[in-house]
């Protein structure tokens, strides 16, 4: 079954001014993401990966970046959306996501409140409790939710922030490096959480952990000094790789 391409991506480079200098940092660019699978975004520290995640809901402009070429979400051309529409769509969760210095609930709400539009104090709540449940991290924290964020451990706030993420209910998350900061049992719970989302939204994430990409991965996008490399379901480019670059990465010597 042929499956409808969630990001259609064309020649796509950015570069990032440094001083007078220009920093090429994604080379020509052209893949398409298919929707319904959790795509994993490989390759070394510098590959691009946290740029091309922020090249999707045109974060990068905050970082004024140049980009040339097109991306298209579901057919429309992201450059002429309006962003907010697009990043209320496609909603990005940090490397290091932070616990805003207000309550639990709070850190919920308020983006319900300022982004959503919502006022109700009963649907707010409501949403909060979805949010968190579908973040697997309601049973931890309903007795205390009005109590500081400050006070999760690292992983309750990587599920937090997931939570946040998803109370906007967006199409698409993106989640870069989601378990990079995490111990293993943190890891195995949030890995969890994202595949339970699985059937609710469309995830990309950026992972560093080969072992992470085989145990989520269904379509794999390889990047090496900001050029993709390889990329395909896992089952083509994560068995049989066709590069030494990848092969390399991967840990397969021959
Ligand atoms: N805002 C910025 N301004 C200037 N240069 C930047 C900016 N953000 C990233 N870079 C540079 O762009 C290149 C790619 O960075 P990026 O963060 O996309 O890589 P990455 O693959 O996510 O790396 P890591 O695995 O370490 O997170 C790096 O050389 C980085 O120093
Ligand atoms: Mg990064």
């Keep these: 079954m042929s499956r409808d391409t969630l990001f259609a991506i ?10 007078k200098r220009k920093l090429h940092v994604l080379k020509n ?3 398409d993401i298919p929707e319904g699978t959790i795509t994993v975004i490989l390759g070394r520290s510098g590959s691009g990966k946290t740029t091309f995640l922020r090249t999707l809901n045109r974060l990068v402009e905050i970082y004024s970046a140049e980009v040339k070429g097109e991306v298209y979400f579901k057919d429309r051309n992201i450059f002429e959306m309006n962003v907010y529409e697009l990043r209320s769509k496609v909603v990005m969760v940090l490397q290091r996501p932070v616990a805003l210095p207000l309550s639990i609930r709070e850190n919920i709400a308020c983006f319900l409140r300022s982004v959503k539009k919502i006022r109700d104090k009963k649907v707010i709540d409501r949403k909060v409790e979805e949010s ?18 400050s006070s999760l451990s690292g992983g309750q706030i990587q599920r937090l922030a997931i939570a946040r993420a998803l109370a906007l209910e967006p199409e ?6 989601p378990t990079a900061h995490l111990d293993p049992e943190s890891s195995a719970k949030v890995e969890e959480t994202i595949l339970k989302l699985r059937e609710r939204v469309n995830i990309i994430l950026v992972t560093h952990s080969v072992e992470q990409a085989r145990r989520l991965g269904e379509y794999v996008l390889f990047f090496d000094e900001g050029k993709l490399i390889e990329h395909g379901y896992a089952e083509e480019v994560l068995e049989k790789p066709r590069t030494e670059r990848l092969r390399k990465f991967l840990g397969i010597y021959k």
């Design 172 to 177: 698409v998350l993106l989640l870069d490096e």
């Design 29 to 31: 660019i052209s893949a």
């Design 10 to 19: 064309r020649e796509l480079n950015v570069w990032y001014r440094q001083g």
């Design 132 to 149: 968190l449940k579908l973040a697997d991290l309601w049973d931890e924290v309903r007795d205390r939710l009005d109590q500081p964020a």
